[in-house]
């Protein structure tokens, strides 16, 4: 896939999950945004042409604060201003963080959390600036890293983006945003085994996520892993229940091992949730011309011939299993 392609889909995927609030800089929580007025965009020239240089810290050094470190005064005015990014209310937040900040300038959380409410705003400047003080004072910051990237990724920086998602990874291996942005960069490349890695350590902590699932299922079955891509679309169907592509591919992943009766049932539940797409007919044709049902095997290839006049494949086999019939 072409590298503007990759951006926007990384892009897409990030934007909608990255902007959350955390209470700490391990853990984080999003809730949207209730103003639907899209903020005004303030990014300079200089910050666009931002190298990584000049972002990533200069040392390993922690010389900033966390909330643990501070007391009450300090604390509560950061913790509101974060309860109000959660729900929204960017104002409220930017205000009552400043004060913190005012208090203790060194506070690490409270510039990491300053940043994102700026983001949300569209003021990236002073994002920015306030994510590279993040850094100077925690070079170990590991949610900054993953912001950093989603910004990289925007400009079309591709490489930097890899380069920061990377670092976040090293830092805090289960970072699970990084990990699925990392394991679709990887797919799209045609990097599987790096893209199930990724993918794996996504689902150490969430084994739930039917995208992973999906994902995973596909990329063994690239791989010839087909037992592994069998179990990951057995669990996602009990999971997605109206999902056709997951039938579909659990379908797949059946006709592969042999077991066409389960293939049969999946093939068909798929065109039912899905009665365009023309698939899940071709390879229900393919299953009953080997069992030399060729009525069945006809139907089938007409039925795919009518969503798609054009495909050939059918068209050719629809011919041999009419002929087939007509020998009877």
Avoid at 31 to 50: E, F, G, M, Q, R
Avoid at 251 to 277: C, F, Q, T
Avoid at 278 to 300: M, Q, T, W
Avoid at 307 to 319: G, H, I
Wanted: charged share 30%; glycine share 6%.
């Amino acid at each position: 896939m072409k590298s503007k392609q990759i951006k926007f889909i990384l892009y897409l995927l990030l934007i909608t999950t990255a902007i959350s609030f955390s209470v700490g800089c391990r853990k984080s929580s999003s809730k949207s945004n209730n103003n639907n007025k899209k903020p005004s965009v303030k990014l300079s020239d200089s910050t666009k042409a931002i190298t990584l240089e000049q972002l990533l810290p200069k040392t390993d050094k922690v010389t900033g604060k966390y909330k643990r470190e501070l007391p009450d005064k300090v604390t509560n005015d950061y913790m509101y201003g974060t309860i109000a990014g959660q729900y929204g209310k960017l104002d409220v937040c930017e205000k009552n963080i400043l004060k913190s900040l005012k208090m203790e300038p060194l506070f690490i959380d409270a510039h990491h959390n300053l940043g994102l409410c700026y983001y949300k705003q569209g003021r990236i400047d002073e994002a920015i600036k306030e994510w590279k003080r993040t850094l100077e004072l925690d070079p170990n910051y590991a949610e900054t890293y993953y912001n950093l990237a989603i910004f990289m990724m925007d400009m079309n920086r591709e490489n930097d983006g890899i380069e920061l998602l990377n670092r976040c990874v090293k830092l805090q291996p289960f970072h699970m945003k990084a990990r699925y942005a990392l394991g679709n960069i990887c797919k799209q490349k045609g990097l599987n085994k790096q893209a199930i890695l990724h993918f794996k350590a996504y689902e150490s902590k969430d084994k739930g996520d039917p995208r992973v699932l999906i994902a995973l299922g596909e990329l063994y079955l690239l791989e010839g892993q087909d037992d592994e891509s069998l179990k990951c679309f057995e669990r996602v169907s009990r999971i997605e229940k109206d999902n056709g592509k997951v039938f579909y591919q659990l379908g797949v992943a059946y006709h592969k091992r042999g077991l066409l009766d389960n293939a049969i049932v999946n093939y068909k539940r798929a065109s039912e949730l899905m009665p365009n797409y023309v698939d899940p007919y071709v390879n229900l044709g393919d299953i009953y011309a080997n069992r030399k049902e060729y009525a069945s095997s006809l139907a089938s290839y007409n039925a795919a011939l009518a969503l798609d006049p054009t495909n050939s494949y059918a068209s050719r086999k629809a011919k041999m299993v009419e002929a087939k019939l007509l020998e009877k």
